[in-house]
T-cell receptor
Framework: ETGVTQTPRHLVMGMTNKKSLKCEQH?????MYWYKQSAKKPLELMFV???????ENNSVPSRFSPECPNSSHLFLHLHTLQPEDSALYLC?????????????????FGAGSRLTVL | AQKVTQAQTEISVVEKEDVTLDCVYE???????LFWYKQPPSGELVFLIR??????QNEISGRYSWNFQKSTSSFNFTITASQVVDSAVYFC????????FGAGTTVTVRA
């Protein structure tokens, strides 16, 4: 497989469940990201990992817990979510972290995991 | 503060019409990059183009063209002779430290 792969594509969970979203990239990139896309809202950056280290946590509630065991895999562990957490969760990767002027990294996105919290 | 604005929320056109999407990036930075991404109904954002603030030459790629004007901080994107497959949400994104995206413009092309 090439590009960025996200699983599952669709997930329905209750507020007391624990589930995880998985992201995998086969591009040799060093940085990975989680974005949240809610209806009628701009894309919201949640977390940034660079070489498996978290470099950005955008004031995300602790019920979202990221994990990056290596530069190719990124997880988002979910527990005791709220209905307002229902959204499309997008994973992305880039050669380096950020889109700074020195690199102007292009983000490669996965197709997203559509989460519904009942 | 840096701010990216896509004033158009939705645009609906009939096939073969041209569509122009506006993006304005307010920043005090003198050097920066701007990006356009496309998000079709499948959900996956796809990179279209990036331009740096030094390069104001228009660029054309097939039916797509871009017009960057630093003086007005605008980076507009035109789809010529639109097709149904162009129906998507289009995002403008600066390379700021927040890795932010504009709110997006939904383009619907009707057959």
């Amino acid at each position: 497989e090439t590009g960025v792969t996200q699983t599952p594509r669709h997930l329905v969970m209750g507020m007391t469940n624990k589930k995880s979203l998985k992201c995998e990239q086969h591009l040799g990139h060093n940085a990975m990201y989680w974005y949240k896309q809610s209806a009628k809202k701009p894309l919201e950056l949640m977390f940034v990992y660079s070489l498996e280290e978290r470099v950005e946590n955008n004031s995300v509630p602790s019920r979202f817990s990221p994990e990056c065991p290596n530069s190719s895999h990124l997880f988002l562990h979910l527990h005791t979510l709220q209905p307002e957490d229902s959204a499309l969760y997008l994973c992305a990767s880039s050669p380096q972290a950020g889109q700074g002027i020195s690199g102007a990294n292009v983000l490669t996105f996965g197709a997203g995991s559509r989460l519904t919290v009942l | 503060a840096q701010k990216v604005t896509q004033a158009q929320t939705e645009i609906s056109v009939v096939e073969k019409e041209d569509v122009t999407l506006d993006c304005v990036y307010e920043t005090r930075d003198t050097t920066y990059y701007l990006f356009w991404y496309k998000q079709p109904p499948s959900g996956e954002l796809v990179f279209l183009i990036r331009r740096n603030s030094f390069d104001e030459q228009n660029e054309i790629s097939g039916r797509y063209s871009w017009n960057f004007q630093k003086s007005t901080s605008s980076f507009n994107f035109t789809i010529t002779a639109s097709q149904v497959v162009d129906s998507a949400v289009y995002f403008c994104a600066p390379n700021d430290y927040k890795l932010s995206f504009g709110a997006g413009t939904t383009v619907t092309v009707r057959a």
